[in-house]
Nanobody, 125 residues
Framework: QVQLVESGGGLVQPGGSLRLSCAAS????????IGWFRQAPGKEREGVAY????????YYAESVKDRFTISKDNAANTVYLQMNSLQPEDTAVYYC??????????????????WGQGTQVTVSS
C-alpha cells in the first residue's frame, strides 16, 4: 500500500528539540520533492520547509529559518525535520507531503498530491 507516515512529535519545553520523520511506503521519495507543513488550531496550514528532488535545494519559512533543518535519506526512503530552539508558537500538527518536481511556489499546498496523517508537536512550559 502507498503510505506517507509522520512520527516523532510530542511534548517539549521551550528551547527544546524534536526530530520528525516522514517515512514513505509503496513509492520512492527519490523522484519527488517533499514539504513539511503545519497547522495550529484555528489557523490555516502553512509551509515550514521544503527539499527538492535532488536533496540539495531547500527552503524554509522565515519563522523557522536557522532553527529547523530538512534532510532526506534516500536509502531509508525517509525525510526528516530537525527542530531546535522550539517555542510555543511552533505548536501545531505537522504534516509531510510530496509532489512531482515543479517550478511553482513551494508554499502552494494544493500542488502536493500525497499527504501524511500528521504528528502533534506541543511546546509548553
Amino acid at each position: 500500500q502507498v503510505q506517507l507516515v509522520e512520527s516523532g512529535g510530542g511534548l517539549v519545553q521551550p528551547g527544546g528539540s524534536l526530530r520528525l520523520s516522514c517515512a514513505a511506503s509503496g513509492f520512492s521519495l527519490g523522484y519527488l520533492a517533499i514539504g513539511w507543513f503545519r497547522q495550529a488550531p484555528g489557523k490555516e496550514r502553512e509551509g515550514v520547509a521544503y527539499i527538492a528532488t535532488g536533496g540539495g535545494q531547500t527552503y524554509y519559512a522565515e519563522s523557522v529559518k536557522d532553527r529547523f533543518t530538512i534532510s532526506k535519506d534516500n536509502a531509508a526512503n525517509t525525510v526528516y525535520l530537525q527542530m531546535n530552539s522550539l517555542q510555543p508558537e511552533d505548536t501545531a500538527v505537522y504534516y509531510c507531503a510530496t509532489r512531482r518536481p515543479y517550478g511553482g511556489d513551494w508554499l502552494a499546498s494544493e500542488t502536493y498530491t500525497r499527504w501524511g496523517q500528521g504528528t502533534q508537536v506541543t511546546v509548553s512550559s
